[in-house]
């Protein structure tokens, strides 16, 4: 079977994650080498943006956020792939990371690809949220990480929650799709 191919190159944060990616599929990568990125390091991805497009796919813990925060506001337009925490997890006792995945997991985040919209129209709203259980009350967090992991949009607090939903233009319907999907597997 021939591994899929990734025009796009795939910012990750060491030379592990580079290992596992090329295990699940054939595509480029740089690597930010932690999350103190560089100035450098930023102006090559804003120029492999312009000619390839970026993808950015970093740990789904504090500093993969980070270094995602950092480069979606030096470069507006990559896109995002998101692996969820359970598929990160190493077997042995260790941090989180990409290093950890599946090829499966790797290319199941590869075909959910997001784009941050900062002007998207607000689609979900707090109050949405607030009826969900998503925020404030008893077991909103476990909700919302579930919440998260099903629409493939990385954990997020309940603040970062709402804006995450619409950064990545989720509409009403695939939110209510996933909040019945929550209310099935209880």
Do not use: W
């Not at 990616?21 to 100035?39: F, P």
């Not at 450098?40 to 956020?65: A, H, M």
């Amino acid at each position: 079977m021939d591994k899929m191919k990734i025009r796009e190159v795939i910012v990750v944060e060491g030379k592990d994650d580079t290992k596992r990616i090329n295990m699940a599929v054939n595509a480029d990568t740089l690597e930010t080498r932690g999350s103190a990125i560089s100035d450098e390091t930023l102006e090559q991805i804003e120029e492999l943006q312009e000619k390839r497009g970026v993808i950015v796919f970093t740990d789904p813990d504090f500093s993969g956020e980070k270094i995602r925060k950092i480069i979606q506001e030096a470069v507006p337009g990559v896109k995002h792939a998101f692996l969820n925490r359970r598929d990160a997890v190493p077997d042995h006792k260790g941090s989180l990371g990409v290093e950890h995945a599946s090829p499966e997991a790797i290319r199941e985040a590869l075909r959910n690809l997001y784009t941050e919209e900062p002007d998207a129209e607000e689609t979900i709203t707090r109050s949405d949220l607030f009826s969900a259980g998503l925020i404030d009350g008893s077991g909103a967090k476990e909700r919302r990480r579930q919440l998260c992991e099903y629409l493939r949009i990385g954990y997020v607090n309940g603040k970062q929650l709402q804006k995450r939903l619409n950064l990545f233009q989720i509409t009403q319907e695939e939110f209510e799709e996933a909040l019945k999907h929550l209310e099935e597997e209880k």
